[in-house]
């Protein structure tokens, strides 16, 4: 190899290095984006350039782009099973890069109105409790149980006499940030942090949604967020809940359906905020 010849291939290698190095730092899957009903996913998945439509088991996936970026709308859903299967078939699946589960939910904090945004700084499960023991005929009362967290140990949850504590699953701080950055083009209602509740009950007691919200600060109540978080942190995937009240009746907000497609117009801005973040 003449010495010409040498410095034409320096040369090469060297131009191909920062295209090698970013795409060594740029995040290697897809973002995942859950809504578990059709009117929480539909609307999204129409907003893809050239999207696939996939069916594996009983669950819907789109996937197309975004600004050119890979992006998978995962129909979910309903309830806390069905959510925990889907975040676990999209991690095995599509390896995902992010994953942001968004849809409706029912206010817990008066203070918050119909098309309010939660982003889950945290999502907790308001299906893990162990009640006291009582006799028969000594009654029941929800605001005795205690939080029981189910990955506290590998012994007998109901024998686990540390478990009382309320198992918080945190939003990833980069996806909050992102979130909360596209706030301002927002123009239905307010963009706040708080915590998003989730569990297979439709709770409508005001006073158990009182207790929720001042014992375990939950602002707002659905099905699904706190199982994909889970699963998530299982295979450590950043993720986020983002949630739109569509009702609250700690104030008599009454229930519009379509909050569901506000949501998702808002969640179509931090995708794209995302994307212009990781793509620098």
Not at 110 to 127: E, Q, T
Not at 255 to 271: E, I, R, S
Request: aromatic share 8%.
């Amino acid at each position: 190899m003449t010495h010409k010849t040498i410095r034409q291939a320096l040369t090469a290698c060297c131009l191909l290095l920062p295209a090698v190095s970013f795409a060594q730092q740029a995040p290697k899957g897809p973002v995942v984006i859950q809504g578990a009903m059709p009117i929480e996913a539909e609307h999204f998945a129409q907003r893809l350039d050239n999207p696939k439509e996939e069916q594996i088991g009983g669950w819907r996936f789109w996937s197309g782009t975004i600004d050119g970026y890979p992006v998978v709308v995962s129909e979910t859903l309903k309830g806390m099973s069905n959510s925990a299967a889907a975040t676990a078939i999209a991690a095995t699946h599509f390896h995902p890069a992010a994953i942001i589960n968004q849809g409706t939910a029912g206010g817990h904090d008066p203070a918050l109105k119909v098309y309010d945004i939660v982003l889950g700084k945290y999502s907790v499960n308001l299906g893990a409790f162990k009640t006291p023991h009582k006799l028969k005929g000594e009654g029941s009362d929800s605001r005795e149980w205690k939080p029981m967290d189910l990955l506290a140990s590998k012994g007998s949850a109901g024998e686990d006499k540390n478990a009382h504590t309320m198992r918080q699953f945190p939003a990833d701080a980069q996806l909050l940030a992102v979130a909360n950055s596209v706030s301002k083009t927002y123009s239905k209602g307010k963009v706040v942090e708080g915590v998003i509740g989730s569990a297979d009950i439709w709770d409508s007691e005001l006073d158990r949604i009182s207790f929720f919200h001042n014992t375990y600060n939950t602002s707002a109540e659905e099905m699904e967020t706190a199982s994909a978080a889970q699963i998530a942190a299982a295979f450590n995937i950043p993720f986020v809940g983002i949630r739109i009240l569509s009702n609250n009746i700690t104030n008599d907000g009454k229930y519009d359906p379509q909050t569901g497609l506000a949501c998702q117009d808002y969640v179509y801005q931090v995708v794209k905020a995302y994307i212009a973040k990781v793509q620098k």
